[in-house]
Nanobody, 128 residues
Framework: QLQLVESGGGLVQPGGSLRLSCSASGFTFDEHSISWFRQAPGKEREGVSCISRGGSMSKYADAVKGRFTISRDNARNMVYLQMNSLKPEDTAIYYC?????????????????????WGQGTQVTVSS
């Protein structure tokens, strides 16, 4: 069964940190690029970060550059998103997704259509 499961969300104050995890199973994890997307109430789902198959390439949305870091551990089929200096506008449901075709290049925009495997999401709320 193909599956991606997110965890690590929660409530945090502005300026705080969270570490999200994405656990994968049922597909060739190391042959897929993995991205994090997020969706806030009333807004469309947007790309946050992307990491290539071997972890050598990564990119970030302008809104999170310098604050978020994506990483992966192929031996454990895990992807992580370290989120620092969180802001209220980071509040959203965060999803991980897998693609066999995406290249994690800063010159290419995120495209939801290229991701075939999606998790159920984990809620991140940044509020005082």
């Amino acid at each position: 069964q193909l599956q991606l499961v997110e965890s690590g969300g929660g409530l945090v104050q502005p300026g705080g940190s969270l570490r999200l995890s994405c656990s994968a199973s049922g597909f060739t994890f190391d042959e897929h690029s993995i991205s994090w997307f997020r969706q806030a109430p009333g807004k469309e789902r947007e790309g946050v970060s992307c990491i290539s198959r071997g972890g050598s390439m990564s990119k970030y949305a302008d809104a999170v550059k310098g604050r978020f870091t994506i990483s992966r551990d192929n031996a454990r089929n895990m992807v992580y998103l370290q989120m620092n200096s969180l802001k209220p506008e980071d509040t959203a449901i965060y999803y991980c997704a897998a693609s066999s075709t995406v290249v994690c290049s800063s010159s290419r925009p995120f495209s939801r259509n290229e991701y075939v495997y999606w998790g159920q999401g984990t809620q991140v709320t940044v509020s005082s």
